[in-house]
């Protein structure tokens, strides 16, 4: 049993698993292909991804990989809280640029899924961070790509201050939207 909320990007949603608890501690389904194509989401996920970050401000992103191997991506966060962020780089969508943003935790137990078409990022805003997500295609050198966190044509609004921040080499050096592979 899971609960599916839309949160304004068409196929961006926040999906809250059942939690079942006692003395012993809890149970959960986080995931079930069948109860997730009974509400919507027939996806086949094939990779599992398990990310740590010992400091609060890690912000890991903007990341999407291009067709043939574009990537539907379940996010959960298994030990901490994060702020989660879609863009829709769809070239043809009437959503073009927007972004949502949803915090995601080990205490609100709730999952962000991001679909095909979308970059992806989340910052970190508690230490000992620990985010598990699954894909629908496996990781592709060749069509991985990043957009600049903090590219003023998106204007994601992170919580923390850019001097705060701990970034890779990769995105540091990602492009600009206006410069990057984008879907059409």
């Known amino acids: 049993m899971i609960e599916v909320r839309p949160l304004g990007l068409e196929g961006v949603v926040e999906i809250v698993p059942k939690k079942f608890g006692d003395d012993r501690g809890f149970f959960s389904e986080t995931y079930n292909a069948d109860r997730f194509a009974e509400a919507g989401i027939p996806l086949t996920f094939v990779q599992d991804n398990h990310s740590y970050s010992k400091a609060v401000g890690v912000l890991r ?11 539907d991506k379940l996010v959960r966060v298994t030990r901490g809280r994060i702020l989660d962020v879609a863009v829709d780089i769809r070239r043809s969508s009437p959503t073009f640029r927007r972004w949502v943003s949803l915090e995601v935790s080990a205490e609100k137990w709730n999952q962000i899924l991001i679909p095909v078409g979308f970059a992806h990022g989340f910052l970190t805003l508690e230490p000992d961070t620990e985010v598990v997500y699954k894909v629908t ?3 592709s050198p060749e069509h991985d790509r990043s957009l ?14 850019r001097d705060a921040l701990t970034l890779s080499a990769k995105d540091q050096a990602a492009p600009l939207l206006a410069e990057a592979d984008i879907f059409d």
């Open 137 to 139: 295609d496996v990781y």
């Open 61 to 71: 992103g903007l990341h999407y990989q291009l067709p043939p191997r574009a990537q």
């Open 148 to 161: 600049r966190f903090d590219d003023p044509e998106i204007g994601v609004d992170w919580p923390i201050a």
